[in-house]
């Protein structure tokens, strides 16, 4: 298993994804937070296709950390069933993976 992971989530706002963004990374849960604005999102939700705006925040951290950023992401978030994926690192820059995995360490 990877030791390192992108967390990709979704928000309706920017402030929201600022917001959200900062949280995780103040309490370790990720060490840096990226986020990319006026993403368009087309989907289906209770029936119905909506075509929104959105804001992609796309996180770094250490795998360990997932399952706890996970449950604050849903905590924070204003979405009913926000969108959170995670994906491992197959290969990076060692001394920025290295970043990661400090910067995610308890204080």
């Known amino acids: 298993m990877s ?3 992108i967390v990709f989530v979704t928000a309706g706002g920017e402030e929201e994804a600022a917001r959200i963004g900062r949280t995780l990374v103040e309490e370790r849960l990720a060490a840096c ?3 990319v604005p006026s993403i368009r999102s087309i989907y289906r939700w209770k029936g119905k ?3 929104e705006r959105e804001f992609l925040i796309i996180f770094k951290t250490a795998t360990s950390k997932y399952e706890s950023l ?3 992401v849903k905590e924070l978030h204003s979405y009913e069933v926000p969108e959170i994926v995670s994906f491992p ?3 990076g820059l ?10 995610t360490e308890s204080a």
Do not use: F, G, H, K
């Open 3 to 5: 030791e390192t992971s």
């Open 94 to 103: 060692p001394r920025y993976l290295n970043w990661v995995l400090e910067e």
């Open 33 to 35: 937070a990226q986020i």
């Open 89 to 91: 690192v197959a290969r």
């Open 70 to 72: 996970q449950q604050r």
């Open 49 to 51: 296709i909506c075509d």
